[in-house]
Structure formats: C-alpha cells, structure tokens
C-alpha cells in the first residue's frame, strides 16, 4: 500500500485551528481544576481518608 | 450547514457523520449545558444544602455544588443531542448549536456522557454516594424518562418530567445529611407544582412552535381553554404547599409572610390567565414571568433565614 506524497490529509482553516486550540485549552483548565479539586479535598479529609474499610 | 434551512423532519436523535472538522468553540459548548437553568438548579441545590441540619466543610459544600452544576449541564447536552430535530423546527431553540450545526450530534453526546460521568462519581468519591446516586437518578429522569420518553408522548410530559428539576434541592440537603427527611420533599414538592403553571404559561404564547415540532404540550392536544384552567389547578395546589415550610415550622415569619404574598399574586395571575382569551397572551406571560420570581423569592428567603445564618456559622467553626 503506497501513500500518494500529494495527499496532505485533511487541512485545518485557521477558524478550525482557532476552535481546536479554544477547546484543547479549556479541557486542560477543566483537567488542572480536577486536580486541584481532589488536592484540597484530600487535605479537607485529613488522615481520614487514607481509612477505608477493606 | 443548518438544519433550519434545510427543514429536517427527522424523528429522534440526529445520526452522527463524518465531516468537516468541528468548529465547535468553548461558547457552544457552555450553550449546550443550558447555563440559564443551571444557574436555577445550582440555586435551589445551594438552598437545600445550606437548610439541612449538620455541616460540611466549604470545600466540599462547593464541590457538591459544582457536581450539581455540571451533571444539570450534562443532562442540558444529552437534552440537546437527542431533541436537535425538535429544536431546529421551534424559534426559541432554533438556534442551539447543534440544529444551527456548529456542534455535531455525536459531539453534544460525547460530551454529556462525560460530562455526566465525571459529576456522579467525584461527588460519590469527594462528597456522599447518597447525594451521588440522587445525581446519576436526576440525570437519567431528565434524558431518558422526560426527553427520550414522555416528551413526545403524552401532554403530561412537564408534570413528570418536572420532577428532573425537582431533585436539587434534594441532593443538596443529601450532600450534608447522607440522607433525606421531609423538609427536603417539601422543597421538591414546591418546585414539582410550579413547573406545570410556569411551563403551560410559556406553552399558551408558544403553542404555534410546539405544534409544528409536533410537541403534545397541553395547549396543542387539549387546547386554549383547558390548559387555563390546568394552570389554575396547579397554582391551588403549589400554594398551600409554598406556605407549608412555615405552617409545619420549618420556615420563620418572614417566609410565611413571603409565601401568602407571593402566593396572592400568583393566584391573581392565574386568574386573570383563566379569564384571558385566546389571542390575547398578556395574562400569561405575567403569569410566566412572575412564576420566576415566586420560585426565586421562596428559595432567597428560605436561603436568608434559614441557611444564611447557618452557612455563616459553620464557616465560622
């Protein structure tokens, strides 16, 4: 199977970059805030939450 | 590509394809969540935690807000994804964008699906598996047994369906407690009976919309004069039951007071919807826009004398 060296796949417009770029940064805010979520409810909980019950 | 031009009479959830690469913003997406009813779900939740008995710590108290937050988004999304062939037919949601084509069907249930997912479980694992399981059943009334099922079938669709934006009240006072009491059942109770009235009044000045996307609201199977009188129905009942947090002792002065006044006014306003004939639509959009307000100022109020004070204390402990 030989690939054709002028197919470049699909081309994003810059409006396309532009939206991609918007979305990719509010999935790694949303993403960091999870993290800083669990942190500080890790330290809300205390020792306690290393306790569970087997 | 919009599916208004193109006067899609599709019945069910649109079929996802391959296409152009989205270009979908972050904006779209914060319009799929529907933010002006999770701003109302986010309220009436933060009532419900702030009256239960008990504490809870702020940073879990804002975490069990933000779950209830985002699960109303997601159900919001999975709303959009499956009634995209309704919406693209009715003005008010013409412009969605998943009929107006700038996020794809697929897209909008990716999204909500996650978005879902993620709500129920951080706050099973960070808040109580109680409030959680209330979360995961809110989201499931609210797609599958409001808009996949009734919605479509039966004009009762908004007096069962109502109970989705009913439960948050309860999941609030479930995230404190672990549990649930009357004093929350109450708080749904309220919120179950006003959604008719507020729905049907919006119904009366949109009936066109609703029957051209063959929607079976009460106005378009029962007709004009029967969906008055429904309203009125509904409104004897929600406001005995808007005083009631005082008459069993659960509300102080101020809310009683609140409740028979507000409760006045709404009973004047379905009145007046009751006496009011077709075209004329002044009387119900009073009675829409008020019925707002009266949800509104019984929650604030409830919010101020009860929780206010307790919110207060226990960041201060």
């Known amino acids: 199977m030989s690939q054709n060296p002028d197919d470049d796949g699909i081309v994003l417009t810059e409006a396309q970059k532009r939206a991609r770029r918007s979305r990719s940064i509010a999935i790694a805010l949303a993403l960091a805030a999870l993290v800083v979520l669990f942190y500080a409810m890790t330290l809300v909980k205390g020792p306690g939450v290393l306790i569970r019950p087997i | ?317």
């Open chain 2, 1 to 317: 590509m919009s599916l208004v031009s193109e006067g899609v009479e599709v019945r069910g959830p649109l079929v996802a394809g391959v296409g152009e690469p989205s270009l979908a913003t972050v904006g779209d997406y914060i319009a799929l969540m529907k933010p002006r009813v999770m701003s109302l779900v986010v309220f009436t939740a933060l009532v419900g935690l702030a009256v239960a008995p008990g504490s809870l710590h702020p940073v879990a108290a804002f975490t069990a807000l933000l779950c209830i937050a985002v699960g109303a988004g997601a159900a919001g999304a999975l709303n959009m994804w499956y009634d995209a062939d309704v919406d693209a037919l009715m003005t008010r949601t013409a412009r969605r964008p998943v009929p107006m084509g700038r996020v794809r069907p697929g897209e909008a249930l990716a999204f909500g699906l996650t978005l879902g997912s993620f709500a129920v479980v951080v706050l099973g694992l960070l808040v109580n598996w109680v409030a959680s399981g209330l979360l995961a059943f809110t989201i499931f009334f609210y797609v599958v047994i409001y808009t996949i099922w009734l919605k479509r079938s039966t004009p009762q669709n908004i007096v069962i369906g109502g109970a989705a934006g009913a439960f948050p009240p309860m999941i609030g006072w479930a995230a404190v407690t672990g549990s649930l009491s009357l004093e929350p059942v109450l708080l749904f109770l309220i919120i179950f009976f006003w959604t008719p009235p507020h729905f049907w009044a919006l119904a009366l000045f949109r009936t066109e919309d609703y029957a051209r996307a063959r929607i079976p609201v009460l106005p378009v199977v029962s007709g004009d004069a029967s969906t008055r009188r429904q309203i009125m129905r509904y409104i004897l009942i929600l406001v005995p039951l808007g005083v009631a947090p005082w008459a069993v002792g659960y509300a102080g002065a101020l809310y009683g007071t609140t409740a028979i006044a507000a409760g006045a006014i709404m009973t004047m306003l379905g009145w007046q919807v009751l006496r009011e004939i077709r075209p004329a639509e002044r009387a119900s959009r009073n009675l829409f826009a008020f019925s707002i307000l009266y949800l509104f100022l019984l929650f604030a109020v409830l919010l101020i004398e009860r929780g206010w004070g307790g919110l207060i204390a226990r960041l201060a402990a």
